[in-house]
């Protein structure tokens, strides 16, 4: 009886050796993680900062400052400035394969998920009706300006999608959609 | 005196048969298809409308009952118009919605708009086929699943019995009278319901005395209609999580079970060469245990942290099939991947402000709009006014970052994204099938220098660096180049 219990207590050190004690909610131990091998005592990219009042890494950019090689929009964000980028707002970039290519590429991923891949308003989110309403290209009075001031701005429902695009960008965009405008009539 | 009496008869039926048919006409005028009239609505209404809440223009439940007909048939084909010849309504509507005009649409006819009336005006709910919802069905659910849920499901015996067909079984007079207080009915000596309690151990089933008559026949409609797809292919996928649990139970068991074998052999046999093998076993399997442990130092795969909302990535990405960068916009430029800023989220959630779709792992509706609500409530947005507030501090929400390098390791975003054209999923595995994200990969130097081996790098759509290819793929004798004999293994490229 001795020996059994002796024996069990055996099997059970043996068994709770093989169970792993890792928590999947926290990060694993790391060899010498104080010593600034695995995390150097700069900030990342989204850490918290003390430095800073409102205690964020990523700041904005100082108001009124202008990044190298940005070029400021003029037209407000307004009836008056959508109807004057419609009549006056040119593209800026050739039109070719390689800028039409970009813009598909870009198109199918900002745009096609409420404006269907052919740009007729039914895109995967306009089908499981999370969105409605989403207009046919065909059925719309767009140019070229207006079809950037609203990637700009967003209009109605849509949102801004600046944030998400550079300015060449947009205008390739801008191209692929005229493409499937012209596609759809 | 007779021909008056026949004149009278036929003027009688003259104007009987005139108002008949105005009758009919108005009647045919008024009545709208509602199916219709939604597919009309989706299409050219609801980029501004909802039917219940606020969004860019007001709300269109029962419009019709507010405004007269003739009025909104003038309005929707031209408000422009109707503002201008200074009618009171169209110019007090204009100015409370930001004199943002609405679009005319003279394309509609009458008819049309009547279609879309009868739509907005109806009681009945449409699903997405446009057949009318069953409501019974939804409300029937929802209260299965707040109620029943914790000891019942409908495919399988729980702490209760399984409830699917339920109504097959016993009648409805019984079921209702058993769901409102089962102890009472046990107590009076009811036969079937004794032998419940019997075969179900004695637990006695809680009173739901507050369930309406309604409540519970949508219950029973519920569960006679039985669950969508979904949510059994959940189950079956949880299954599968327990057996591999188990099977790993098995396996630690049978390694115990021999260690101890092992261990008894060399403590009471005399045979030195059994002994000698037993001990060299044990050392082996110990070494080996070492060497795991060693190894998974500083490693994360399965990483799994509980993020301040819970954001689920299979509704997002796998059921609504956003591509990753819509979100991570910054993956084709940056070295980081960013978490996007809540600006892109209210792309969609200005009019999302509520769950719709398939309730996953027993979450339910509320606690969905209560995570979209977070958003709201770290920027400010109001959402029965669909505006942001004025003055609003916006507060951050503080996600935790779940693939961590270690920092004497760089990687580049874009340069795997944009110029390798490696997809997400490749390091981020099937992210799109994952309520919670968790690391996939293991992330450490072999994983990467694995990769780096076996990919090619693709020469015909990357003309930038076109000729150092050609003049490389020359050079190795090849056509095929990969990562690694392009450099992707030398130390500096990572570790600078």
Redo the contacts between chains.
């Keep these: 009886m001795k020996l059994l219990s002796k024996?069990s207590i055996?099997?059970l050190i043996?068994?709770s050796?093989?169970?792993s004690c890792?928590d999947?909610?926290?990060?694993?131990?790391?060899?010498m993680?104080n010593k600034?091998?695995?995390?150097?005592s700069?900030y990342?990219?989204?850490s918290?900062n003390p430095v800073f009042k409102?205690s964020?890494s990523a700041q904005k950019p100082v108001v009124h400052s202008i990044a190298r090689g940005k070029i400021p929009y003029e037209y407000p964000d307004s009836?008056l400035g959508y109807e004057s980028a419609k009549k006056n707002l040119k593209s800026p970039i050739v039109k070719d394969d390689k800028n039409l290519a970009q813009g598909k590429y870009l198109f199918?991923?900002?745009c096609s998920?409420c404006h269907g891949i052919k740009g007729d308003?039914q895109g995967?989110?306009s089908q499981?009706?999370?969105?409605?309403?989403?207009?046919n290209y065909k059925d719309r009075q767009i140019t070229e300006g207006s079809i950037y001031h609203v990637i700009m701005y967003?209009r109605?429902?849509?949102?801004?999608?600046a944030?998400?695009?550079?300015e060449n960008e947009r205008w390739q965009i801008v191209q692929y959609v005229e493409k499937l405008k012209s596609e759809l009539q | 005196m007779r021909s008056v009496l026949k004149h009278n008869q036929q003027k009688r039926l003259v104007i009987s048969l005139f108002l008949f048919l105005i009758f009919t006409l108005t009647i045919k005028a008024q009545e709208g298809d509602p199916t219709k009239g939604k597919e009309l609505?989706?299409?050219?209404?609801?980029?501004?409308?909802q039917l219940e809440n606020r969004?860019?223009g007001p709300p269109l439940k029962k419009i019709g009952e507010k405004r007269d007909q003739k009025w909104l048939i003038k309005w929707i084909k031209d408000s422009q118009a109707l503002i201008n010849s200074g009618d009171k309504d169209a110019i007090a509507i204009f100015e409370e919605y930001n004199k943002?005009?609405m679009l005319a649409f003279p394309n509609l006819s009458d008819q049309d708009v009547i279609d879309i009336l009868s739509y907005t005006d109806t009681d009945q709910m449409l699903g997405?086929d446009g057949k009318p919802i069953d409501e019974a069905y939804l409300n029937g659910k929802k209260v299965f699943q707040v109620n029943c849920a914790a000891c019942h499901k409908l495919e399988k015996k729980l702490i209760g019995p399984p409830l699917g067909n339920i109504s097959d079984k016993r009648q409805m007079p019984w079921l209702k009278s058993f769901i409102k207080d089962s102890q009472a009915m046990i107590k009076s000596g009811d036969k079937d319901a004794v032998a419940i309690y019997e075969e179900y151990q004695k637990v006695l089933m809680l009173p739901f005395p507050q369930l309406t008559e309604k409540e519970i026949e949508d219950v029973i409609h519920y569960t006679t209609v039985g669950d969508n797809e979904e949510s059994i292919q959940l189950d079956a996928e949880m299954d599968n999580a327990d057996l591999e649990l188990y099977r790993k139970w098995i396996v630690?068991?049978v390694?115990?079970?021999i260690?101890?074998i092992l261990?008894?052999i060399i403590l009471s046999t005399k045979n030195l060469l059994l002994k000698f093998l037993s001990i060299a076993m044990i050392v082996l399997g110990l070494t080996y245990?070492a060497f795991s442990w060693l190894l998974?130092?500083?490693?994360?795969d399965?990483?799994?942290?509980?993020q301040p909302i819970a954001f689920s990535h299979k509704i997002h990405s796998g059921?609504?099939?956003?591509?990753c960068?819509?979100c991570h916009?910054s993956a084709k430029?940056s070295k980081?991947s960013?978490?996007p800023?809540v600006?892109?989220c209210?792309?969609?959630h200005?009019?999302?402000s509520e769950y719709k779709g398939i309730l996953y792992d027993g979450y339910d509706k509320a606690f969905y709009d209560g995570e979209i609500q977070k958003i709201y409530d770290a920027v400010g947005w109001d959402k029965a006014n669909a505006k942001y507030k004025e003055n609003f501090v916006q507060k951050?929400i503080?996600?935790i970052?779940v693939h961590?390098l270690?920092?004497?390791a760089y990687f580049n975003h874009a340069q795997h994204v944009t110029a390798g054209k490696v997809e997400c999923k490749t390091c981020h595995g099937p992210v799109e099938e994952m309520q919670e994200v968790?690391q996939f990969a293991p992330l450490t130097m072999g994983w990467c220098v694995d990769c780096h081996r076996t990919t090619e790098v693709s020469m015909a759509t990357n003309d930038y660096y076109e000729e150092i290819h050609k003049a490389l793929a020359k050079k190795l004798g090849t056509e095929k180049v990969t990562v690694a004999q392009m450099g992707g293994l030398e130390c500096g490229k990572c570790h600078h």
Aim: proline share 4%; hydrophobic share 35%; aromatic share 12%.
């Design positions: 024996y055996l099997f043996a068994l050796l093989l169970i890792k999947k909610r926290n990060p694993n131990y790391q060899y993680a600034d091998m695995y995390q150097s700069g990342e990219t989204y918290k409102d964020i009836e199918e991923i900002y998920t308003g995967v989110l499981r009706e999370k969105f409605l309403g989403i207009p967003g109605n429902l849509m949102g801004s999608h944030s998400q695009l550079r | 609505f989706n299409a050219n209404c609801a980029a501004c409308h969004l860019v943002i005009p997405a630690r068991f390694i115990a079970l260690s101890l261990i008894i245990y998974q130092i500083g490693v994360d399965g990483y799994q942290p509980i059921d609504n099939k956003i591509n960068q819509y916009s430029h980081t960013e978490i800023s600006n892109v209210m792309n969609c200005k009019s999302i951050p503080q996600w970052r961590n270690a920092d004497f968790s």
